[in-house]
C-alpha cells in the first residue's frame, strides 16, 4: 500500500477510536521517519502530517536540511552530551528522565522545550523512564527550570498481544498524567499524553493518548 492508502486507514482507525471512547478529536498524529529516507519524510509530509519523530540526530540534522514547514520530535534517549548539538533543533522532546538531562537543556535551550517525562510504566529492564513513584518527585525538582515545559508524560507498552497488560500500562500513565495536572506544578501543566505505536494506537487512544507515534503502519508496503 502506498503511504496516501496507509494514511487514511490510520485516520479511519484515530476516528474509531476516538469515537469508541467519546473523546473529541484531539490525537496528533506523529510520523515515526527514523528508518525512512528524506524522499520517504517528505511525501509522509506532502500528505499533510506536519510532526516527524527522529531518534537519532545524524538522521534529524538530514531531513531538517531538506524538509521545511514541520514539527520536529525527538522520540529518542537522548544524551546528556549531545544536547548542545539537538535541544535547538527541535519542537518537542519525548525522552526526559533524569536530571541531569534537564539541567543541561536549561543551560543549552534558547527557548522553552515542550518535554514529556519518560515513564517506565511497565517495569521492563529493557526500557528507558521513570518508575512511576519518581515521576511527581522529579517534576518538582526541575519546576524551576524555565527553559523546561513539561507538557506531558511518554511511555511505551509491553510488546505483547495480552490487549489488557497494553490496556494498563496506558491507563496507569493516565492516571498519573491527571494527577500531577492537578498539582499545578510550576512550568508542567501535564495535560498531554504521548504514548501508542503502530501495533496499539488504537488501545491508546481509546486510554486517553493525545500524542501517538506511528511508523511501520505508515510506510509499510504489504
Known amino acids: 500500500m502506498s503511504i496516501k492508502e496507509n494514511h487514511k486507514r490510520i485516520k479511519d482507525n484515530i476516528e474509531n ?22 524522499d520517504t519524510a517528505q511525501e509522509i509530509k506532502n ?5 516527524l519523530g527522529e531518534n537519532r540526530f545524524e538522521s534529524l540534522f538530514n531531513k531538517q536540511d531538506e ?11 537522548l544524551q546528556t552530551r549531545k544536547v548542545k548539538e539537538v535541544i535547538n533543533r527541535i519542537d518537542y522532546l519525548h525522552s526526559l528522565d533524569r536530571l541531569s538531562l534537564a539541567e543541561e537543556i ?16 511497565s517495569g521492563e529492564e529493557s526500557k528507558h523512564g521513570l518508575n512511576p513513584d519518581a515521576v511527581i518527585g522529579f517534576i518538582r525538582s526541575i519546576s524551576e527550570l524555565d527553559k523546561i515545559q513539561v507538557i506531558g ?5 509491553p510488546f505483547t498481544e495480552d490487549e489488557q497488560i497494553i490496556r494498563a500500562s496506558f491507563n ?3 492516571k498519573l498524567q491527571q494527577e500531577i495536572k492537578n498539582l499545578h506544578i510550576l512550568n508542567a501543566p501535564c495535560t498531554e499524553l504521548s504514548m501508542g505505536m503502530s501495533n496499539d494506537y488504537e488501545i491508546a487512544i481509546e486510554e486517553g493518548a493525545t500524542f501517538i507515534r506511528i511508523g511501520t503502519s ?3 508496503k504489504g
Do not use: Y
Open 106 to 121: 536549561q543551560k543549552r535551550a534558547e527557548n522553552p522545550i515542550k518535554c514529556f517525562v519518560q515513564v517506565n510504566v
Open 153 to 157: 508524560l511518554m511511555t511505551m507498552a
Open 17 to 38: 477510536a476516538i469515537r469508541r471512547s467519546n473523546r473529541e478529536n484531539d490525537v496528533t498524529l506523529i510520523a515515526v521517519t527514523k528508518q525512512v529516507d528524506v
Open 172 to 174: 496507569g500513565l493516565k
Open 47 to 51: 500528505e499533510g502530517i506536519i510532526h
Open 67 to 77: 524538509i521545511q514547514g514541520v514539527n520536529w520530535h525527538f522520540i529518542g534517549s
Open 218 to 220: 505508515l510506510v509499510q
